[in-house]
């Protein structure tokens, strides 16, 4: 892996070098705001860590926790999750309540915010016997080797009182009959796997089973693979926003953002990648963290629609 570690190494030190320049491209959210720190990593099917940039900081994964979510709720139900709530890109910001609206209280996907409520009502129906904060975050610590793992007490305590419009969404979808549980304990369970703080190795490693879409345990390797089709297409689909084609077309790996600045991306049957920066375009996607994704796609040929034209 000596060639992956001086890749890793060149794309960081290009990132931070031109960081200033690459979110005046990218329509930053916040303009003034300093680039701040970024890390990689990539975790290869076989378990070997290979880093560069910053990657002891540990940030909140947030919506990179939908698709941890989704796998347990696929584990217990199968597809009929998808009763509850649809497969389509949404085409409006990941907090939109519109949409729910047209489609009596059925989420348009499990990515968006009323999607992922609706995901972690599916697991704590089915699995009320987890740890102390739900299935997600065991499924995640589980993944780690670990008996737990820390969540950001601002995160948990920012978004328990001030998530009005997640309140919102899931009032709306009770009132449609799209949500069995407790509206407050789906919101607690919802914020707690949001607040999970990890580094990038850290998140790499606990999403490396994404990438070993083949391999069967106690499962049939059926279920496993229905799964990971689920997974990995949604994160294709959906899983960047209202900027998931551009991130396709940049990029073409099956990924997952948050608004904590993580990205985690997988290349299928050869590794899972994660990337850390803080700033935000204006989709809530990191803007180093996508541009850093497409220089390791370009450099290593990962994509899964080819190399880019003229490499
Ligand atoms: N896109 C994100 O990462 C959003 C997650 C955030 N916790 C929210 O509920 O809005």
Request: proline share 5%; hydrophobic share 40%.
């Amino acid at each position: 892996m000596t060639d992956l570690t001086a890749l890793l190494r060149d794309i960081a030190d290009e990132i931070t070098h031109h960081a200033a320049k690459l979110e005046r491209e990218a329509d930053a959210k916040d303009p003034d705001a300093a680039p701040g720190p970024f890390g990689i990593a990539v975790v290869g099917i076989d378990g070997t860590v290979t880093c560069g940039g910053d990657t002891g900081t540990r940030f909140p994964i947030q919506s990179i926790s939908k698709v941890f979510a989704l796998e347990v709720a696929l584990c217990a139900i199968g597809d009929r999750v998808f009763e509850r709530v649809g497969r389509e890109p949404s085409g409006d910001p990941f907090n939109s309540i519109v949409e729910l609206e047209r489609n009596d209280g059925v989420p348009r996907n499990p990515f968006v915010n009323a999607g992922a409520l609706v995901t972690v009502d599916v697991v704590g129906e089915h699995l009320p016997d987890a740890g102390e904060h739900g299935a997600v975050v065991d499924l995640i610590a589980h993944q780690l080797e670990r008996a737990e793992v820390p969540l950001d007490q601002e995160v948990l305590e920012s978004e328990v009182s001030g998530g009005d419009l997640n309140r919102a969404m899931l009032s709306f979808m009770k009132h449609h009959g799209n949500l069995n549980g407790d509206p407050d304990l789906v919101l607690r369970r919802y914020v707690e796997q949001c607040a999970v703080s990890l580094n990038c190795a850290e998140l790499a490693r606990a999403g490396r089973f994404l990438a070993r879409t083949k391999l069967s345990g106690e499962e049939t390797a059926d279920a496993r693979a229905m799964r990971m089709r689920h997974l990995l297409a949604l994160m294709m689909t959906c899983g960047h926003y209202d900027a998931s084609g551009d991130f396709a077309l940049r990029v073409g790996l099956p990924a997952k953002s948050g608004v904590g600045g993580g990205i985690l991306a997988i290349a299928p049957e050869v590794a899972a990648i994660a990337v850390w920066s803080r700033n935000l375009d204006q989709n809530g996607n990191s803007i180093q963290g996508v541009h850093a994704l497409e220089m390791l796609a370009a450099r290593t040929g990962w994509s899964v629609f080819g190399p880019p034209k003229g490499a």
